[in-house]
């Protein structure tokens, strides 16, 4: 092992243990440091040794691959975060990172779908584990598909803490649930009738069914022991074909959008919504202040004695 890969291997593990980064956070973290270290290799330096004019190289070679800026920003946070653990720990005597400036990020609106089409997703999940011609292994599938739309847009969850759930979260007397999620922070959950129905259903399905008891929601047989989010991304977008929405459109993210913009057309708080993602700054949940602009001036349309009047 080369002195920077004892040194990233060492920056992760505190990431890990003091700051609670979950496993999908630390291993961006080692692709991206083990290839900015690739590139101080290249040019015959290390971390110990490299400075500002190698970190700025650095982000250059990036811009050439064509990286876009947010990639571009998220490998300068990731070099800095390293960096300032170095110094930290006595093993720079400086931080050469500090002075090096980012690319420029322009405001992207997040993709999401109208109230129509997530109502035309829910419907299709639900008349496709409805349809009497499955077989068990397909409507289970199908109810656990269901089953995952439903929360997710009742919930906003991320689609890691979404398939991560235990199978204790959700009971039918459950108004809400305590999650623990990315920085180890922890919030609480409310969930919808509906959403604990298709639940319900769902894990009635699997004990009828004679599956083993496990402590994941939904379970896998997979290494980590229960659904990935490609095994998730890749069901909705084949639900989506089947309903006619374009799949480009459709991912268990975009839903997780739709969940707080459809909050907030109908009246939600911005810092209400923050609580229910789950950031923890309101800058993250501030990329939604369309919403409410375009509710705003809604309202002066519809309510204002002048609004409807043409210049």
């Not at 490998?75 to 930290?88: G, K």
């Not at 499955?134 to 979404?162: N, P």
């Amino acid at each position: 092992m080369t002195i920077d890969a004892h040194h990233i291997e060492a920056f992760l593990e505190m990431m890990s243990a003091e700051r609670g980064a979950s496993a999908n956070t630390l291993v961006a973290y080692r692709r991206d440091l083990l290839d900015y270290t690739r590139h101080l290799a290249a040019v015959a330096s290390t971390a110990e040794r490299a400075g500002t004019r190698e970190i700025r190289d650095y982000l250059a070679s990036l811009d050439n691959r064509g990286f876009a800026a947010t990639t571009v920003a998220r490998h300068l946070s990731a070099v800095r975060q390293f960096h300032t653990f170095l110094f930290s720990e006595g093993i720079r005597g400086d931080d050469p990172s500090g002075t090096v400036e980012g690319p420029r990020r322009t405001t992207r609106l997040p993709r999401t779908l109208s109230v129509q089409e997530v109502e035309c997703l829910l419907s299709a999940a639900s008349a496709a584990a409805r349809r009497e011609s499955l077989s068990d292994v397909a409507r289970l599938r199908a109810l656990r598909l269901h089953a995952l739309l439903e929360l997710i847009y009742a919930t906003g969850l991320r689609v890691s803490e979404l398939v991560s759930l235990p199978a204790t979260a959700i009971g039918n007397q459950t108004p809400a649930f305590t999650l623990r999620g990315k920085g180890g922070h922890e919030r609480v959950v409310p969930i919808t009738d509906v959403a604990k129905r298709a639940a319900a259903a769902y894990v009635a399905a699997r004990k009828g069914g004679g599956h083993p008891a496990s402590r994941w929601l939904f379970p896998s047989s997979g290494n980590v022991g229960h659904l990935t989010r490609q095994a998730f991304a890749r069901d909705l977008k084949q639900l989506a074909a089947s309903a006619g929405i374009p799949t480009t459109k459709v991912s268990p993210h975009v839903l997780r959008h739709a969940f707080a913009s459809h909050l907030l057309q109908n009246g939600a708080d911005l810092r209400v919504v923050q609580q229910l993602l789950g950031h923890s700054d309101i800058s993250t949940t501030q990329i939604y202040t369309h919403v409410l602009e375009d509710r705003l001036r809604a309202l002066v349309v519809d309510h204002h004695p002048l609004g409807d009047e043409t210049g």
